[in-house]
C-alpha cells in the first residue's frame, strides 16, 4: 500500500472540506486523483449515478458532519459498526467510508479507469484514540522487527528487507498526503502506517527466508500484528480533525 486507500483520500479531503480547509473543486481533485472519474450510487432521492463533486454537497444536506475510515479485512472489521450488508460489502473490498450524522456508508468499486462508491445504511464505529494507536503501532513495530531479524531478514528480498529498515525514519509529507486542516502528527502517523502496510503487503507475498513451517508461521503471525496495528493507526490518523 504505497499509495492512500481511495476510502482514506474520501474521508480526508471530504474532512477538510467540511470543515472549510480546503475548497470543493480541491477536494474533488485529490480524492479522484489518477482515476478518470468518480460517482456515487444510491444516494437518497437519487436513482441515477451522481458525479462526485455533487454528491459531497447531496451527503452535507443528508446531515453527514464527518466522515471516518474503515479498513476491514476478515476477522478484523477495523471501523465497522454494521449493519450486516455494509459490513460485509466494506470486508469484500478492505475498504469503507462512513458518513457521520447522516447513517450511510459508501464503498469503492473500480470499474475500469473510474470507480464507483455504492451507497449502504451504516453506523458509526467507536472511534480509535490516536494516541493508543499511535503507541500500539510504535510499540507492534519494533516487536515485529525483533523477531523478523531472529528469523534472517537478510535472506528475504531486498526491496523487502529495504522497506524495513527504511520504518525507522518518518519521511516528509508527499503528494498523496493528508490534506490542510490535518496536524503534522497525523502526517507523521500516516506516512509510517503506510510504509507499515507496504512491508506487510511485501512479504506476506511469501514466507521470504523461512526455512521451516514453524518460521514460517512466527513470521506471518507477527506480520499480521503488524498490519492490524498500521490500519488501525490509519484509522486514527485520518479521523475529523477536531
Request: glycine share 8%.
Amino acid at each position: 500500500m504505497s499509495t492512500l486507500p481511495r476510502a482514506a483520500r474520501f474521508v480526508t479531503w471530504t474532512n477538510a472540506w467540511l470543515i472549510g480547509a480546503t475548497s470543493l473543486d480541491e477536494a474533488d481533485d485529490a480524492i479522484r486523483a489518477r482515476d478518470t472519474a468518480h460517482h456515487v450510487i444510491g444516494l437518497p432521492g437519487q436513482p441515477e449515478p451522481v458525479p462526485l463533486l455533487l454528491s459531497l454537497g447531496t451527503l452535507r444536506n443528508l446531515g453527514t458532519r464527518a466522515l471516518s475510515l474503515a479498513l476491514p479485512v476478515p476477522g478484523d472489521p477495523l471501523g465497522l459498526a454494521g449493519p450486516r450488508e455494509f459490513t460485509e460489502a466494506a470486508i469484500e473490498l478492505g475498504e469503507a467510508v462512513v458518513c457521520e450524522g447522516a447513517g450511510l456508508g459508501l464503498v469503492p468499486h473500480v470499474i475500469g479507469a473510474g470507480v464507483q462508491w455504492q451507497v449502504y445504511d451504516a453506523k458509526p464505529a467507536v472511534p480509535e484514540s490516536f494516541g493508543d494507536a499511535s503507541l500500539e503501532l510504535a510499540h507492534t513495530l519494533q516487536e515485529v522487527i525483533d523477531a523478523l531479524a531472529g528469523l534472517d531478514v537478510a535472506r528475504w528480498r531486498p526491496e523487502v528487507a529495504e522497506a524495513l529498515i527504511d520504518l525507522r525514519a518518518v519521511g516528509s509529507r508527499t503528494h498523496d498526503g493528508l490534506p490542510p486542516g490535518y496536524a503534522p502528527r497525523a502526517e507523521e502517523l500516516v506516512t509510517r502506517a503506510r510504509r507499515c502496510l507496504l512491508v506487510c503487503e511485501l512479504a506476506l507475498a511469501d514466507d521470504g527466508g523461512s526455512a521451516t513451517a514453524y518460521e514460517a508461521e512466527s513470521r506471518r503471525r507477527a506480520l499480521r500484528r503488524l498490519d492490524h496495528a498500521a490500519r488501525r493507526a490509519l484509522l486514527a490518523a485520518c479521523a475529523p480533525p477536531r
